[in-house]
Structures are given as structure tokens and as C-alpha cells.
């Protein structure tokens, strides 16, 4: 095959560049098509543009495939822990029982965050999304630790310290909402166990958590640890790219994921599963009102950018939904609800032809819901997931000798030049 592609202009003739990746991925690398050519490329919402090349996240949305480091998904969801796989995320490989330990060690000595910083949760009205208390806490870590403003030094210090102290915050300003104590995180515990403690433990009685439970969240971390150039990840790496410091970079990343279209999702659909709980609307009626466009009403949970087939993550999502509610006597109507749902989707044309499948926030939230984890502190949950995924993007990009600042460009379409009219004469 030809490792160029040519491109006629103007009945001028170029030579492209293509770039071929490990998986076979191909792609034309138009870094010099302005200069050359004065001509460049327009590709709104970035539908076919590779921003980077990454040796982090391997995804075939045709296939259904998702590997960290080229270990698949299923592989890790059954086997390993959240810790790990963020270990293997940020530096490429598994880590030798030394390197865990001493990972492991380090997530647990900086879990607590400045006894100062308590305080800023006093300052949100009990009512605040939590998402909007964990951005601006993520970035105001920053003034905590001044030598994170250097990206260049310590990044391995600065992404311990928010792997750790994410889930902190994450469990304080769900405990503020409710208007409980803070519960400190508990040293002899996991990463998810902790988490666990520092959600749903009160100084009025003894907490263990539920082993189930503590398994299932490793899996759902695992499951939203990485998913290559996403939305959040794309805004991460943008802001980290002009050389902000890690905490300001992934509280962007944060921001980013809130959206309904992006991490948002698992929040809206348990939403509009009550929404067809309460109003009794069926399966059908609700795929009907989909299907017209001018209801403007989307199937939440459902389709992809990337994924056009079902998505790995949902696949195991769904089947440990079932699992970790038979196994706790929960019968939730909500489950059923999904199944029937999604049947009804995925036996309509409207969805068939369109390739729209379940994506990971259709199931997520049932299981969220069945930890006990309130809905508006989903999103919270897929960041806290997220997070070595972000960094680790972050950490490649900055280690990448050609790295550059991210600056897309555009076409103008507004006003050529016209002259400016004093107030007096405008009418
Ligand atoms: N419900 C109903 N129709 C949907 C749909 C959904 N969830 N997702 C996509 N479609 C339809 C669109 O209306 C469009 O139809 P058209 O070709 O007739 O205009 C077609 O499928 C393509 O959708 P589009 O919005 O162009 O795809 P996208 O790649 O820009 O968007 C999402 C991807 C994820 C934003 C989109 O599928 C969505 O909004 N899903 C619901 C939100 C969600 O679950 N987000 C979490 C993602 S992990």
C-alpha cells in the first residue's frame, strides 16, 4: 500500500503523509496541508480528526473492541482492581508486586486533603451539584500544592496525590448535601473500600462495607478508567497542552464530562426511567416519542460517537446489574424497566439502521442506585473513574517531545470589514 495520499488543488497535485497505527488504523497527516497548501481542513465536532497518537486506549467501536495498553476490558473488569489498572494506565505496564505496593502505599498516605479546604464545602449551598464542588475543589488543590504549577517536575507526585484525594472529596460533598459529618478516609482500608467508609460511614455506628459492593465498584472504575480522545479527555489534554498544571487541566476535563451528552448520561437515564415509572408510559409509546425528531427526546444511554455496536463496557454492566441485585434480594422495577427498554430499542429500525446500541451509562446508574450512591453523584462517580485515564493522557502528552499547544482553527463566516458607527447615528 502507498504511504501517501494525494490531494489535488487548484489542479495542483500534494503528497500526504499516512500514518499507520499498531492496530492497523490509518490515517493522513495533514500537519503541513496550511503551509503547502494555504488550504485547511474543516471537521466540526471532530468526527474524523486524530488529535494524537496514543499508546494508551486501543478502541474498534465497529467491533466492539476496548484494550488499556492491550489488555482487553473483560480481561481487566474480571480480574483486576481499579488501582492496578490505573497503575497500568499511567505507566504502560502491570506493575511488579513492588511497584503495587508502593503505588498502593503512596494512594493511601495522601488520601486526606488541607484541614483549610474543609472549610470551601461550607461555603456551597447544600442544594450544589456535586459536580460543580468537585471542579473548582480539584483546582483549588492547586494553590495547596504551589510546585504542581511546575508540569514538568513531579507529575508522578501530583497524580498520586489526585487519585487519592478525588475520592475524598468526591465522598465530603456528598456528606455535605446530606448534612452528615465527614467521615476521614481509614488508612487499613482499599481505595474502593475507603471510598465506601467515607460515603456511607457515620460516627454513630460501625461500617463495614459490602465485599460485593467494594468488587462492583472496581469493575465500574475499571470500566471508566480510559476511553481514548472523548470529549473530557480531548478538553484535558487541550487545556493541559498550553502547560496549566494537572489539577486545573483535569477540573476542565471535570467540567467537561458534567454534559448530558458525555458523562452526564447515566444520571439522565435513570431520570427518564422514573419519568416512564411515574407518567406509565410503555416501552413503545417512549421509543415512539424518540423516534419523532420533533419531541426532541433522546433514548439516554444509547448511542455513540465512536461505538456502533454494543459497547463492551454495557455488555458486563448489564449482566453484573443482574448478578449483584439477585445476589442482594433486590428487586428493582427499574431493572426490568431497562431490559425492556432496551429490547424495544433494539428490535426497532429507527435504532437498527441508526447502529444505536447501549452505551456504558445505560446499566451504570442501576448499579450506582444499588450501592446506595444518590443519582446526582453519578457523574461524580464516572470522574473518579476517569481520572487515571485523564492523567495518564495528560502524562503522555506532556512527555511527548512534539507536543504542541492545541489551537484548531476555523472558517470565518461573519461580517468582511465595515466601519464603526458612532451611538448617535445608530438607530
Ligand atoms: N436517541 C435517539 N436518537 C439518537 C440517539 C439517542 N440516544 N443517539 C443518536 N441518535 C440518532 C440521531 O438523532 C441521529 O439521527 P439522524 O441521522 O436521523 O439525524 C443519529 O442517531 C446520529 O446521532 P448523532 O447525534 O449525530 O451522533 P453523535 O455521534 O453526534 O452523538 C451521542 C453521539 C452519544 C452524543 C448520542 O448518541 C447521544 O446523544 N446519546 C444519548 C446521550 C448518551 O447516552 N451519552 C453518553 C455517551 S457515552
Given at each position: ?81 481499579f ?28 488520601s ?52 487519592s484525594?478525588l475520592r475524598t472529596i468526591a465522598a465530603?460533598?456528598y ?8 467521615m476521614?478516609p481509614q488508612?487499613?482500608l482499599s481505595y474502593c473500600a475507603n471510598f465506601l467508609h467515607m460515603m456511607f460511614a ?7 462495607p459490602?465485599?460485593?459492593m467494594v468488587?462492583?465498584l472496581n469493575?465500574?472504575l ?149 450501592m446506595?450512591i444518590?443519582?446526582?453523584m453519578?457523574?461524580v462517580m464516572?470522574?473518579i ?43
Amino acid at each position: 500500500m502507498s504511504n501517501t495520499a494525494k490531494l489535488t488543488l487548484e489542479g495542483k497535485e500534494y503528497e500526504l503523509p499516512v500514518v499507520v497505527g499498531s492496530e492497523n488504523e490509518k490515517a493522513i497527516d495533514i500537519t503541513r496541508l496550511r503551509a503547502q497548501t494555504g488550504y485547511i481542513t474543516l471537521d466540526t465536532g471532530y468526527m474524523n480528526t486524530g488529535a494524537t497518537r496514543s499508546a494508551i486506549t486501543y478502541l474498534d467501536g465497529e467491533q466492539g473492541i476496548l484494550r488499556y495498553r492491550g489488555i482487553p476490558i473483560e480481561d481487566l473488569a474480571e480480574k483486576s482492581t481499579f488501582v492496578e489498572t490505573s497503575y497500568l494506565l499511567l505507566h504502560g505496564e502491570l506493575p511488579t508486586q513492588e511497584q503495587w505496593k508502593r503505588f498502593s502505599n503512596l494512594l493511601t498516605y495522601h488520601s486526606m486533603i488541607h484541614e483549610d479546604m474543609i472549610r470551601f464545602f461550607d461555603g456551597y449551598p447544600a442544594t450544589a451539584h456535586p459536580m460543580a464542588i468537585l471542579s473548582s475543589m480539584v483546582c483549588s488543590l492547586s494553590a495547596y500544592y504551589p510546585e504542581s504549577l511546575n508540569v514538568f517536575e513531579n507529575m508522578d507526585m501530583q497524580s498520586t496525590r489526585l487519585l487519592s484525594k478525588l475520592r475524598t472529596i468526591a465522598a465530603f460533598s456528598y456528606k455535605k448535601s446530606v448534612g452528615q459529618p465527614m467521615m476521614y478516609p481509614q488508612n487499613h482500608l482499599s481505595y474502593c473500600a475507603n471510598f465506601l467508609h467515607m460515603m456511607f460511614a457515620t460516627p454513630a455506628e460501625r461500617y463495614e462495607p459490602d465485599p460485593d459492593m467494594v468488587r462492583a465498584l472496581n469493575i465500574l472504575l475499571i470500566l471508566h478508567a480510559d476511553h481514548e480522545q472523548n470529549c473530557s479527555t480531548s478538553t484535558v489534554r487541550l487545556v493541559g497542552s498550553s502547560q496549566a498544571n494537572l489539577f486545573a487541566s483535569v477540573s476542565a476535563g471535570i467540567c467537561a464530562l458534567w454534559g448530558p451528552l458525555h458523562g452526564g448520561a447515566n444520571q439522565a437515564v435513570i431520570e427518564m426511567l422514573e419519568e416512564m415509572q411515574q407518567t406509565k408510559l410503555s416501552c413503545k409509546e417512549f421509543v415512539s416519542q424518540v423516534k419523532d425528531k420533533k419531541a426532541k427526546v433522546r433514548l439516554m444511554g444509547f448511542g455513540h460517537r465512536v461505538y456502533k455496536n454494543y459497547d463492551p463496557r454495557a455488555k458486563i454492566l448489564k449482566q453484573m446489574a443482574q448478578v449483584i441485585l439477585n445476589k442482594k434480594g433486590v428487586n428493582d422495577p427499574m431493572l426490568q424497566l431497562a431490559q425492556e427498554l432496551e429490547e424495544a430499542a433494539l428490535s426497532d429500525p429507527f435504532f437498527i439502521e441508526r447502529k444505536l446500541y447501549p452505551n456504558v451509562d445505560f446499566y451504570s446508574g442501576l448499579l450506582y442506585k444499588a450501592m446506595g450512591i444518590p443519582v446526582n453523584m453519578f457523574t461524580v462517580m464516572f470522574a473518579i473513574g476517569r481520572l487515571p485515564g485523564w492523567i495518564a493522557q495528560c502524562k503522555e502528552m506532556m512527555e511527548d517531545p512534539e507536543n504542541k499547544i492545541g489551537r484548531p482553527r476555523q472558517i470565518y463566516t461573519g461580517p468582511t470589514e465595515r466601519h464603526y458607527t458612532a451611538l448617535a447615528d445608530r438607530k
